[in-house]
C-alpha cells in the first residue's frame, strides 16, 4: 500500500488560484491510479478528478471541468490539482485517493474504487 499526505490548500477569494499537491510514500507511485474527492460539511465526498499510472488519460466532474487539472510526476511521487477561477461552491475539505496493481491504468469516478486515502486539506473561497 502506499500513503499519502495532501498539501497546499488555503483561504482564497473567488476567482483566485490554488495547487494542490499529494506527496505519496511506501512503495513505486507508478503503480497506482490516482484521484481526487472533496467533501463539503455535512455532505458526501464527491469525485472531482482521476488520472492513470502513465498520466495519459484523465476524467473530471461537470462542475469543474475547464477550470481544474490533474497531473502527475512520477520521478517526485506527486500528484497534483491545479485548481483555476475558483468559486465558492469549490469550498471543501479536498483528498487524495490510490488505486495500485491490477488497477492502476483504471479511470474511475467512483469512490469505493480507492483503497488508499490522505488526511485531506481544506480549501476555502469566499465570495
Known amino acids: 500500500q502506499v500513503q499519502l499526505v495532501e498539501s497546499g490548500g488555503g483561504l482564497v477569494q473567488a476567482g483566485a488560484s490554488l495547487r494542490l499537491s499529494c506527496v505519496a510514500s511506501g512503495r513505486s507511485f507508478t503503480d497506482y491510479a490516482m484521484g481526487w474527492f472533496r467533501q463539503a460539511p455535512g455532505k458526501a465526498r464527491d469525485f472531482v478528478a482521476a488520472?492513470?499510472?502513465?498520466?495519459?488519460?484523465?476524467a473530471y466532474a461537470d462542475s469543474v471541468k475547464g477550470r481544474f487539472t490533474i497531473s502527475r510526476d512520477n520521478a517526485k511521487n506527486t500528484v497534483y490539482l491545479q485548481m483555476n477561477s475558483l468559486k465558492p461552491e469549490d469550498t471543501a475539505v479536498y483528498y487524495c485517493a490510490a488505486r495500485g496493481g491490477y488497477y492502476k491504468s483504471t479511470i474511475s469516478r467512483q469512490l469505493e474504487f480507492y483503497d488508499n486515502w490522505g488526511q485531506g486539506t481544506q480549501v476555502t473561497v469566499s465570495s
Open positions: 488520472v492513470t499510472w502513465s498520466g495519459g488519460s484523465t
